[in-house]
Structures are given as C-alpha cells and as structure tokens.
C-alpha cells in the first residue's frame, strides 16, 4: 500500500455532524453482529445525539481527535481526564473511551496513529497511567493494546440495552516519572 498521510486532529463543535457519523457508523460495524437492533438503536440514539456529543465536547477533560486523510475522517480517539473518566477518576491516569476506525481502514495503521496522539497526550499531562475497558469479546482490540504494552486489571460490566456484557479493563504504567 503506498504511503498515506494521516493527520490527526482536534475536534470542535463545529464538527458535531462529522462526529456523530463516524462515532455511529463505528460503532455500528463494530458491535451490529453482537447485539439486537432494538438494543443498538437505543445506543446509538443516545450515545451519540446532538445533546450528548455537545456536552462531551465542552467538556474540559474529555477531547476527541479526527484521524483525516485530506478531508475524508478515517477513525477517530476519544480521551478523558480527572472527574470525566467513565471509572477510577485518577487524577494522575487518561483514560482512552474510544479509538474507532471503520472496518475499509482496519489494518492501515490508522488505530495506531490514534493511539500514539492518546499516548502523547497522557504525556502532555503527566500521567502516570493510560487505561481503558475492551469488550471481553473484541480480540482484535484486546490483542492491539497488549501489543502496545497493556496489562489486564479488572473485568466492569457494560450495559448495551439490556445487555450486560463485560469489558476487560487495561492498563498502561508510562515511564514519565
């Protein structure tokens, strides 16, 4: 494959639309084959509405970067810091909520591009550790952050719908310090 150039950038308010897409269409490829329509839908409806991608994105410890090759969005990262991490609420731990790539873009890197900018900003702020939940049946992601370091910790149980299903929490110590 001849050489992309990803760029990674910030996300505003003024990309809510775009992110919305993405962040449904993701999500949707990902777990579609996993889930009942009735329970997808709810997800995606409130996961993803107007009103709660605003709040998150004017949330001062959470931050989401586009993965763009030109102006197509080719994946996107989803941080959080402090009192915004969906567990723990380390102050001195980022947690990564999402890399989401679509299925075309698996395989080109693009998750990894993704993950070292989380990594750089886990630096930035000097945090001690990265950590996040995988869904226990993800092996392809299970497999990319052990690759990249991580370490089993915990199992927290996810609410999908009615659906009770379990994520592998992980963790990465970083050698800032």
Same mark, same amino acid.
């Given at each position: 494959?001849?050489?992309?150039?990803?760029?990674?950038?910030?996300?505003?308010?003024?990309?809510?639309?775009?992110?919305?897409?993405?962040?449904?269409?993701?999500?949707?490829?990902?777990?579609?084959?996993?889930?009942?329509? $009735?329970?997808?839908?709810? %997800?995606?409806?409130?996961? #993803?509405?107007?009103? @709660?991608?605003?709040?998150? =994105?004017? !949330?001062?410890?959470?931050?989401?970067?586009?993965?763009?090759?030109?102006?197509?969005?080719?994946?996107?990262?989803?941080?959080?810091?402090?009192?915004?991490?969906?567990?723990?609420?380390?102050?001195?731990?980022? $947690?990564?909520?999402?890399? %989401?790539?679509?299925?075309? #873009?698996?395989?080109? @890197?693009?998750?990894?591009? =993704?993950? !070292?900018?989380?990594?750089?900003?886990?630096?930035?702020?000097?945090?001690?550790?990265v950590?996040?939940?995988?869904?226990?049946?993800?092996?392809?992601?299970?497999?990319?952050?052990?690759?990249?370091?991580?370490? $089993?910790?915990?199992?927290?149980?996810?609410?999908?719908?009615?659906?009770?299903?379990?994520?592998?929490?992980?963790?990465?110590?970083?050698?800032n310090?």
């Open positions: 494959m001849e050489n992309i150039s990803v760029q990674v950038q910030k996300v505003t308010l003024n990309d809510i639309q775009q992110l919305q897409e993405i962040g449904r269409k993701t999500f949707y490829e990902t777990f579609a084959g996993s889930n009942t329509k $009735e329970d997808m839908q709810k %997800y995606l409806d409130e996961s #993803f509405s107007e009103t @709660k991608l605003t709040e998150e =994105l004017t !949330d001062q410890n959470s931050e989401f970067y586009f993965a763009k090759i030109e102006d197509k969005i080719i994946g996107y990262l989803k941080v959080n810091f402090g009192a915004s991490q969906t567990e723990l609420k380390d102050n001195k731990a980022l $947690e990564i909520e999402r890399i %989401y790539v679509p299925k075309e #873009f698996h395989g080109k @890197k693009v998750g990894q591009i =993704l993950y !070292d900018k989380a990594i750089e900003i886990a630096e930035q702020h000097n945090s001690d550790y950590w996040l939940g995988v869904w226990e049946e993800n092996p392809r992601a299970i497999n990319f952050y052990k690759k990249n370091g991580f370490v $089993e910790f915990d199992k927290h149980i996810f609410k999908l719908g009615n659906d009770e299903q379990t994520d592998i929490m992980m963790k990465l110590k970083l050698n310090n």
